[in-house]
């Protein structure tokens, strides 16, 4: 690859739902750009871009990929990120590599729900966008249906820069509202075309609709609107200035059209991103700093670390500062990515998106900067896991081949998490959806040899109580010898919720020795961690100790450890004791045709509505939850929506648990007990 100035580089994502040809896209980019001799096909090996066995046995892209090129004298960096929920996470991490985003909607559906956040992600990050209506050969395309509702996705306003000549089977060109000239691509898949006049039969619609673009266009320019309003002729260089000013400023979404399945349409697509999408801003004169937006395993070349350099520049055989650790790395050889090929650079300069091997403490969203110029960039907020799973070894002794599989898969995915719930003793595996924890476990046993079984994980109930008492706890024991004697009275009054534990020493006139009372107050957190009704650990509680008994000889720490665990564990049980259960704030975004159903299905697991807000096309549920209706959401919403909804879930407090379900939770937890020791 030739070596390029910052203003000769752009950097572009590929975003949308699932579905919509993001991959073949960016596969025929590659093909058009010559580094792949034929068209790339995301379900076979051809593909450059989604070459994962997961990825080739799902027929959908898991993991983003990075493809660089040269075309019309400029270097495109291009990344097809995923479109699924489950992987979405990876795609907004992505976003902050890039400058511009290509929007790829299919001509039949439209913008989906998944595509709409990645918009307003976008937004709040100020990049700019274009559209590119994909799939317009396919039966039931229509592109004017799409368009009518475009508006409703962006800030912005939607132009469009082409008009297609025919859709579903007649689909085979565009004509540019620009240059007023129509391209017939070729019917062979090679992404040639021919120019020509703009058919008899659609110069009406061009005029029209062009004069309605060039409006938007020349609105972005004050100089420019003013030579429009006065009536003189604009040259095209006086648009074409206009509209660069347009989409930097994030004032308008240009609208391109296409077939990427056929190549039809993809190369005057990479003409547009090389002729209008902005540049990196130029901070080459500055010292050097990088963001690490992704990491990956490779095969041949081991961890790869993927960045983008915001400023300055970095060279192959160079040291830079970790400032997220502090820690010092060694840049090896830098490399160019396209999908699964490397290509070797000396220098990345600013604005560059290039991948380094084999960084020894460097991860996803860490940065790299100048040993003297210390500076760290502030990553994206990801969104918490919203399934959790069980996971247990499927032979005995793998415990460790897990953890260190998964602490891999976690450095290239960090909404991946992993840990032991001390209240459980279970090791979870959490994730973005059912797909995303299927996905980590084929990996563990591919890259890493060990399978796992997966398990509901089990509900972190706790117990409390919501009465007052005053007991006794007595421990005596004569056995020949030296006895054991200790003898405690305690108050037992609930607490304020998240208040957790207290424990009031009332002893006066020496009832029981200061020795002693420690002990007691050991023996109740014990029995609380054990807890009384069903095995959970006991919260909100507040013990007064205030009177007791000792025996000279035969009291001791033992004795008074095992009196207030008795005392509290009677105590416990005539204080009306209650169970509590997790709560979940849940935020489910669907097509608004699927509230009413996503509604009665919140009522039916006892959730609590606390609001609607709706966003074009689409609508956003907002309730609390229990954690145990939760457990299996991800496919039932799945099967509610078609595949549409998305939801996001975080812990909020703990609530009593109704008592029909309690005695059910009670009496599973004294089933297993009883299995166990059997």
């Known amino acids: ?3 390029f100035n910052t203003s ?23 093909f058009n750009a010559g580094q792949n001799t034929r068209l790339g096909k995301v379900d076979q090996e051809t593909s450059l871009l989604d070459y994962e066995p997961e990825e080739l046995k799902r027929k959908t892209t898991i993991s983003a990929s990075v493809a660089s090129f040269d075309w019309q004298n400029k270097r495109l960096n291009i990344i097809d990120t995923p479109g699924s929920a489950n ?27 998944q595509s709409s956040k990645f918009i307003k992600q976008a937004e709040s990050m100020g990049l700019s966008m274009c559209v ?6 396919r039966e039931n395309a229509n592109y004017n249906a799409v368009l009518e509702k475009l508006g409703d996705s962006f800030n912005a306003k939607p132009v469009l820069i082409q008009l297609p000549i025919g859709q579903e089977a007649s689909f085979k060109g565009m004509v540019d509202l620009l240059t007023q000239k129509a391209y017939i691509f070729e019917t062979d898949e090679s992404g040639k075309y021919n120019e020509s006049d703009i058919p008899a039969e659609m110069r009406d619609d061009v005029s029209s609709i062009r004069e309605e673009s060039i409006e938007s266009i020349v609105e972005c320019d004050d100089e420019i609107l003013e030579k429009y309003l006065e009536g003189q002729e604009l040259s095209n260089e006086d648009i074409f200035k206009a509209l660069r000013a347009g989409i930097k400023n994030k004032q308008i979404v240009p609208v391109l059209f296409g077939a990427a399945a056929k190549n039809i349409g993809v190369s005057r697509l990479m003409d547009f991103i090389a002729e209008y999408l902005p540049a990196p801003e130029d901070k080459i004169s500055e010292p050097l700093s990088a ?3 992704k990491t990956i395993a490779d095969p041949y070349a081991g961890q790869l670390t993927i960045m983008r350099i915001f400023s300055g520049s970095m060279s192959s055989d160079s040291s830079v500062l970790n400032s997220t650790n502090e820690g010092k790395e060694r840049i090896g050889q830098i490399l160019h990515l396209v999908g699964k090929k490397h290509e070797a650079a ?8 290039v991948a380094v091997a084999k960084l020894k403490d460097t991860h996803t969203n860490d940065t790299l900067c100048d040993e003297k110029a210390s500076k760290v960039i502030e990553p994206i907020k990801q969104p918490s896991p919203v399934i959790s799973f069980a996971i247990k070894p499927k032979s005995k002794g793998d415990e460790e081949k897990i953890q260190s599989g998964l602490r891999r898969l976690m450095e290239e995915d960090p909404t991946l998490q992993s840990s032991r719930d001390t209240q459980t003793k279970e090791m979870i595996l959490s994730g973005m959806g059912q797909v995303h924890l299927d996905v980590a476990i084929e990996k563990l046993k591919r890259k890493f040899g060990v399978e796992v079984l997966l398990d509901t994980p089990k509900i972190p109930y706790k117990e409390t109580v919501v009465g007052e008492t005053k007991v006794q706890g007595k421990y005596k024991k004569q056995s020949g010898g030296k006895g054991q004697y200790g003898d405690c009275w305690i108050e037992i009054h609930p607490l304020e919720k998240g208040k957790g534990f207290e424990f009031v ?44 008994s000792f025996h000279p000889v035969d009291s001791s720490e033992m004795a008074f450890k095992v009196a207030g665990s008795m005392a ?13 259960e997790p709560i979940m704030y849940v935020e489910i975004t669907v097509p608004e045709e699927n509230v009413g159903d996503i509604m009665g299905d919140l009522n039916g697991r006892r959730g609590r509505m606390l609001g609607i807000e709706a966003e074009g096309a689409t609508q956003t549920v907002k309730a609390e939850i229990p954690m145990a209706e939760m457990l299996r959401y991800a496919p039932d919403l799945d099967s509610m929506t078609g595949g549409a909804g998305v939801f996001s879930m975080e812990f909020v407090r703990y609530e009593e648990i109704p008592v029909h379900m309690a005695q059910k939770v009670i009496e599973e937890s004294k089933a297993a007990k009883e299995a166990e020791v059997s």
Do not use: W
Request: hydrophobic letters at 50%; glycine letters at 12%; one cysteine or more.
């Open 87 to 113: 992987f979405a996470a990876d795609a907004r991490s992505c976003m902050q590599g890039v400058d511009s985003m290509v929007v790829v909607i299919d001509a039949i559906d439209g913008i989906k729900i």
């Open 568 to 580: 509290f564990k009677k105590g416990f049980m005539e204080s009306n004791p209650v169970l509590l």
């Open 505 to 548: 020493d009332k002893i006066v006139g020496g009832a029981i020795p200061r020795q002693y009372i420690p002990a007691v107050e050991n023996g109740i957190k014990g029995a609380m961690g054990e807890g009384v009704l069903a095995g959970y650990p006991v919260v909100d509680i507040q013990i007064v100790l205030y009177d007791g």
């Open 132 to 137: 590119f209506m994909n799939k317009l050969e």
């Open 346 to 353: 000396d220098k990345a300069v600013t604005g560059d998106i």
């Open 1 to 3: 690859m030739a070596n």
């Open 8 to 30: 000769d580089i752009r950097n572009v994502a590929l975003i949308s739902h699932v579905g919509t040809g993001k991959t073949s896209l960016a596969e025929a980019m590659l």
């Open 291 to 293: 963001l690490v937006f």
